[in-house]
């Protein structure tokens, strides 16, 4: 696999920098993590991350063009999630990362 990931072109290199970029903004984070839960709606992760609906609609526009969310509509109301597993695994695995405790070899 390592062989792989270093055979990857500059331009898939460029892209794949441009995701970590917008997942380094705090609150597009968490609103990934939030879309893990399923499909949820712009009001719903609005509320529960005491964003604005219009600040949150921004960063799910951001989101959707770089193929880290998906929408579907119901009815009349637009749901959100994570594109796909791939994203699922990156995101769980780095917050276990970052909060498992410390066996490192510092």
Aim: one cysteine or more; proline letters at 3%.
């Amino acid at each position: 696999m390592l062989k792989h990931l270093t055979q990857i072109s500059d331009e898939n290199t460029a892209v794949l920098a441009d995701m970590f970029k917008l997942l380094g903004d705090p609150s597009r984070l968490k609103i990934v993590m939030a879309l893990l839960d399923g499909p949820v709606s712009v009001g719903a992760i609005a509320e529960r991350l005491k964003l604005s609906p219009s600040l949150v609609s921004h960063h799910l526009r951001l989101l959707r063009a770089a193929r880290l969310a998906d929408h579907e509509r119901r009815g009349r109301q637009m749901l959100y999630s994570v594109h796909d597993h791939h994203i699922r695994c990156v995101i769980e695995d780095m917050v276990e990362h970052v909060t498992e405790s410390g066996e490192s070899g510092e």
